[in-house]
């Protein structure tokens, strides 16, 4: 069967403060445009409750450059292609975790998506992308959680409406790494921590989402604060073919040492809740420790112990283990791990 995108009006701003007026004129009918990756898949499908009827594209403003020094950091602007944090050498040098999620992409992706599309990409729960009127696509139902299948694009950790998981690689990373976000609306500009962005499901505009953007904002960049003295990071996913197929899980860790010994650690769990989850239970442990092999798979047992895997239609509670292993893979790849 031929699918045919359907038309829409497409809006060429001028500046940033002219495409915020652009979707504040247009009233929550037109939606920002960058790489198109997923914006022209959806209307491609045609999902209901998704498609707008104009896209603005912002890929003329200027927001791809990527910038770094020691003092403050890496900043990297939200057109920016996954390939081009790629290849910063920055990048390469400095952030372990965001240098391994954003080498996970296949090439013709990575050229193409760009850094704020991937955090802002809808969610690719099958119920979803095959137009199912599911919470998501303007019904009041989630398929998975009510006896589907919930095998890959489910949370194990719970939800509130929709069980969708996020299913970006470069989120978890910026989690695990402290950064922030810097969004343009009609007051001007502001910065958003992660959770900020990021809060899990909720009803924004009308619609359910799992980050906080209103529909009159953009997001034009990400900062991400220099490394500590003595830390390393590192991110590791578990995928059936990696460069295709989105996670069943991945985990990013961001560890400042004493000598050999953790003296703090995050540990960020990805693709298993409906946002980047701290695994708390987990960092804790790992204070004063050393990397034994021990220690990373009692820190693993912690990190999914608060795990409510779905029970009902196919279950995902499999991917508890699979969350286990990826953990373990993160924290084995920084030094000092034994």
Request: hydrophobic share 40%; charged share 15%; net charge neutral.
């Amino acid at each position: 069967m031929r699918s045919e995108t359907r038309k829409f009006g497409l809006l060429t701003p001028t500046s940033v403060s002219d495409a915020v007026s652009l979707l504040t004129s247009y009233g929550g009918q037109a939606r920002v445009m960058a790489g198109g990756t997923d914006l022209l898949y959806q209307i491609k499908e045609n999902l209901v409750g998704l498609v707008p009827k104009y896209v603005v594209d912002i890929t003329g403003l200027g927001l791809d450059a990527i910038s770094y020094d020691s003092t403050n950091g890496l900043t990297v602007g939200a057109t920016a292609n996954v390939s081009a944090v790629l290849a910063n050498s920055a990048v390469q040098s400095n952030y372990g975790a965001l240098y391994g999620a954003v080498g996970g992409h296949a090439v013709q992706i990575a050229n193409q998506a760009t850094i704020g599309g991937d955090l802002l990409q809808e969610v690719w729960c099958w119920y979803l992308r095959n137009n199912f009127d599911c919470w998501r696509n303007g019904g009041n139902v989630c398929y998975a959680a009510q006896g589907g299948d919930n095998r890959y694009y489910q949370s194990i950790f719970g939800g509130n409406l929709c069980y969708a998981v996020h299913a970006g690689d470069i989120a978890t990373a910026l989690f695990a790494l402290d950064a922030d976000v810097t969004i343009e609306g009609p007051g001007g500009s502001r910065t958003a921590s992660m959770d900020q962005l990021m809060p899990g499901i909720s009803i924004v505009d009308g619609r359910i989402k799992e980050n906080s953007l209103r529909y009159n904002e953009i997001l034009t960049q990400v900062h991400v604060p220099a490394p500590a003295a003595n830390s390393a990071s590192a991110f590791f996913k578990a995928s059936d073919r990696n460069a295709i197929d989105f996670h069943m899980a991945s985990c990013a860790v961001n560890v400042t040492f004493n000598g050999t010994s953790v003296s703090n650690a995050k540990v960020v769990l990805g693709g298993v809740a409906e946002k980047p989850l701290r695994a708390t239970a987990a960092e804790s442990y790992l204070s004063g420790q050393q990397l034994t092999e021990a220690v990373i798979a009692e820190a693993a047992t912690k990190a999914l112990s608060g795990a409510t895997p779905l029970t009902t239609g196919t279950g995902n509670g499999f991917r508890v283990y699979i969350a286990q292993g990826v953990v373990k893979k993160a924290l084995r790849s920084l030094p000092n791990s034994s």
